[in-house]
């Protein structure tokens, strides 16, 4: 029996790549058709064109699939690296991961902090192709299935009491939760089950105005309801650590981190 490998999966999934190149391929059958069989000269410029097109997309994407895979560039796990840099916390307690997809950040939580409490919640879906089932065992190959819990939830509604948890971080995931529409109360739900004196980091396209509005109010209005500190980052995607070509209005671009002390 084969032995059972890390898969953290990959922020440009296989099954976004394969149509692009699958299309492309189509249009080089059409530009050999055009040319050779049809001979329709202006059907043969348009198909090369499309075929350009197409074919530029699917490279630009692999590359980026490269440099995010843990395997290869390895951005992913500097974007984690990041966040988790921005957390002032003693590990001495539970956290949250909120949207933990295949359960990396969880695990790099784990292996960081090993006093505390992991717990690792998200949707998942056959859109990212990440599992609870993967999340275990990534889990259980890094050693510390132990002290980590993965469980289906929503994002806009956590099944946890108020002031849960001591710690609570979330990376690029606030802005795909379809249940709710008003992307600060994704937020203010994340921040709700974190304990008064707890810390939080999260990371999302805090700078896109059509899902958050306008973030310094939002963050000053925070201040004002009582989060003991907080602090906001904007185009995070300018950070040294990640290439300029990832700035793509369908890549990253309008990031933001929210962290600080409740």
């Known amino acids: ?42 059907g043969g410029i348009i198909s090369i064109c499309l075929f350009v097109a197409f074919a530029g997309m699917s490279f630009y994407m692999q590359i980026c699939r490269n440099v ?33 997809g295949a359960g990396a950040l969880s695990i790099k939580c784990a292996k960081k902090y090993p006093q505390a409490a992991i717990t690792g919640v ?9 599992a609870k089932e993967q999340c275990e065992s990534n889990a259980k190959i890094e050693g510390v299935e132990k002290r980590i819990i993965f469980q289906k ?26 249940s709710q529409p008003v992307k600060q109360l994704v937020v203010r ?25 306008d973030m310094n109010a939002f963050i000053e209005q925070l201040r004002k309801e009582g989060i003991t500190e907080i602090h906001y980052i904007a185009n995070t995607e300018k950070e040294t650590f990640i290439p300029g070509f990832l700035s793509a209005p369908w890549m990253l671009k309008n990031m933001g981190l929210i962290y600080g002390v409740k």
């Open 68 to 100: 995010f895979s843990f395997e290869k560039g390895g951005l992913m796990g500097q974007i984690h690296d990041f966040l988790l840099d921005h957390m002032q916390w003693d590990g001495q307690g539970k956290l949250l991961d909120i949207g933990c």
């Open 1 to 42: 029996m084969s032995e059972k490998r890390l898969n953290y999966g990959n922020w440009v999934p296989l099954n976004m790549i394969r149509p692009l190149w699958g299309v492309s391929g189509i249009w080089l059958v059409v530009i050999i058709a055009n040319g050779f069989v049809f001979q329709n000269i202006i």
């Open 122 to 130: 998200d949707y998942w879906g056959s859109e990212w192709n990440y």
């Open 189 to 213: 739900e994340a921040l709700r089950v974190v304990k008064k004196g707890g810390v939080f980091v999260f990371h999302d396209m805090f700078e896109q105005k059509k899902l958050y509005g």
């Open 153 to 178: 939830g929503d994002a806009a509604e956590l099944d946890f009491a108020d002031e849960t948890f001591g710690a609570a971080v979330s990376n690029f995931v606030f802005h795909e939760v379809r």
